[in-house]
């Protein structure tokens, strides 16, 4: 039992011996990512870095707030969950549901009041960078 | 200006904290670090835990009303001990006064720095931030008022304590700047940073403190939780909780002291009202002092106020019509445990996220139970696999996929990683490791830090 003990101390102070150099490396790395990733990330509005980290999909909420007024309900047709719970912190207090049982991406229907009498009024395409969104609003 | 008025309401957590900290007349021989390190703790969970009451009480939130309490408080405080205000002291030897500790002390303060950098660089980016965490903060912000459709529409069956810490901030900031409150996460880093270093002190020297607190915060994965794109999460402030809560429960079983154990249970009440698994670390954490204690009264009467504050919880959950917990499912899939064993091995051993933690922790767990161990050493050990054993049970119970739910390892080994580091450490001065590399013994230390300079 004690030829074990030892054993596993001079494992552990190994071990050890190596952490304190690996974490000072990656700390040093760390603080390069200054210069390397984030000068590209400090020139940025909010609203470019909101864009940068979500892409098409922030420019989708975008529409959609465009598009829609506070006391609107939408329905995200969408199998991209993302989508939705963005739009969900994004556009509160409109409120937002989600229809994961579809092919498309990105397709929002804007209720005004409630779906099943509502008639179709106009379906908002909107080109943003090459990428088309689609959004059908409701009366 | 936003970031300016976000710091103020850390401040203003912090003040809250020292006056509740001063009025229950806790930690009078503690430093300076510990001081506001648990302080900032203790505003952060009172002030959630105050609107939520105000909320009950149909009180407005109002940011002068909801302060108002307190400066009552302060200004009673300060006309009683107008003539004994003295600030924490300080030991002579905790001064820097040896290269290699003046050099890991710069680097901890860049890891802070760092990470403070990287939380106010972008806006919310985490996915549960924006799902769950700092929805619940917005949408209440802009509801002003907690209902069940509310909780409904957030889906979430998390308790509020944290989410209303952020919403109080957007009261105090004026707007909902979710960049700004981002800066909440490299604050409780730093304090995670400045409890451990204080717990570690009490164990070895200077320099081996500082070490450990280097190792600690240069961890990648709390780095990332500090502010590195998982900034807005629970799970650094549960880490948080759940560190000062062992520490000041091994502080409680060496020196048994009625105004700490009052302090330990309003934080641990702030503890399970952070997230759901602070549910079962409490009660562990309760069953194992009231097992290694030796004033069974106090802590029993500690725990019985916990329980009645769990209760009370549970029932405000159902007044708000919370969604269904899975800790209350009873369907335990055992198919799932291979899934679950070789994910957490998997994460164990992840060097890219944890470095050396978990590997080393490991090792030191087996020389705990062939070697001769002080009752804190099991204590320790005791909580963290009994939470572990926690976390396989609910993924056993949950009724979802195994293999993407089991993703979440990383996030759940963050709450109990500084436990872990200080396990190692308390295993290492047991085996009398540490003690070679120490320019001083613990206990001249202790017997230094009761006299103030």
Aim: charged share 15%.
């Amino acid at each position: 039992m004690n030829k074990i003990k030892s054993t596993l101390k001079i494992v552990v102070i190994f071990l050890i011996l190596i952490w304190i150099p690996f974490n000072g490396m990656r700390t040093m790395y760390n603080l390069s990512k200054i210069y390397t990733e984030e000068m590209a990330w400090i020139r940025l509005s909010d609203e470019e870095k909101r864009e940068k980290l979500f892409e098409d999909r922030y420019i989708f909420i975008q529409m959609i707030d465009e598009e829609t007024k506070i006391s609107d309900s939408i329905n995200i047709n969408s199998q991209d969950g993302m989508v939705y719970y963005l739009a969900r912190y994004y556009l509160y207090p409109k409120k937002i549901y989600w229809n994961s049982q579809v092919r498309t991406n990105y397709y929002a229907t804007f209720d005004k009041n409630n779906i099943s009498e509502s008639v179709m009024n106009r379906t908002v395409v909107r080109k943003v960078k090459g990428k088309e969104f689609k959004g059908v609003l409701y009366k | 200006m936003s970031l300016l008025l976000s710091f103020v309401s850390i401040v203003i957590f912090t003040a809250i904290g020292l006056s509740v900290i001063t009025v229950l007349k806790a930690l009078k021989k503690s430093s300076i670090i510990e001081k506001l390190s648990l302080a900032f703790g203790v505003g952060v969970g009172v002030v959630g835990i105050q609107m939520l009451i105000f909320q009950l009480l149909n009180i407005q939130w109002d940011v002068r009303v909801l302060l108002f309490p307190w400066i009552l408080i302060t200004f009673f405080l300060l006309v009683k001990n107008h003539q004994n205000v003295t600030l924490p002291y300080k030991t002579k030897n905790d001064l820097l006064t040896d290269k290699i500790s003046l050099l890991i002390f710069i680097s901890i303060l860049l890891l802070i720095a760092f990470t403070t950098f990287e939380a106010l660089m972008r806006p919310l980016s985490s996915w549960d931030g924006f799902a769950t965490w700092l929805l619940k903060a917005k949408v209440f912000y802009v509801s002003d008022t907690i209902n069940s459709e509310i909780i409904r529409y957030t889906e979430s069956d998390y308790p509020l304590t944290l989410g209303l810490a952020i919403t109080f901030m957007y009261k105090v900031i004026g707007s909902l700047n979710d960049k700004a409150v981002l800066l909440l996460y490299p604050t409780f880093y730093a304090a995670l940073g400045g409890m451990f270093y204080v717990n570690c002190r009490k164990l070895t020297s200077r320099k081996v403190a500082l070490l450990a607190t280097f190792l600690l915060l240069s961890t990648q994965n709390l780095i990332r939780h500090g502010g590195r794109y998982e900034a807005g999460l629970a799970d650094l402030p549960l880490s948080f909780y759940f560190f000062t809560l062992v520490s000041l429960g091994l502080t409680q079983l060496r020196k048994q002291d009625r105004a700490s154990l009052i302090l330990i249970t309003l934080f641990a009440i702030i503890t399970f009202t952070i997230k759901n698994e602070g549910i079962p670390f409490v009660i562990i954490y309760s069953i194992a002092t009231l097992f290694f204690t030796t004033r069974k009264r106090n802590h029993v009467l500690s725990t019985l106020l916990i329980g009645a504050a769990i209760l009370s919880w549970e029932s405000v959950k159902r007044v708000y019509q919370f969604p269904h917990n899975i800790f209350l499912s009873t369907n335990i899939e055992t198919y799932k445990l291979p899934h679950i064993f070789s994910a957490l091995l998997n994460e164990l051993i992840n060097v890219q996220n944890w470095s050396g933690l978990w590997i080393v922790f490991m090792i030191t767990t087996i020389l705990c139970l062939i070697s001769k161990k002080s009752y804190q050493t099991i204590f320790i050990y005791i909580v963290i696999y009994a939470q572990l054993c926690v976390y396989v049970i609910i993924f056993l119970v949950a009724g979802s996929n195994v293999v993407e739910h089991v993703k979440i390892f990383d996030r759940l080994l963050i709450h109990l990683a500084p436990i872990a580091l200080l396990a190692m450490l308390l295993t290492l001065k047991d085996l009398k490791i540490i003690n070679k590399f120490d320019n001083k013994s613990t206990e001249q230390y202790i017997q230094l830090s009761k006299k103030p300079h």
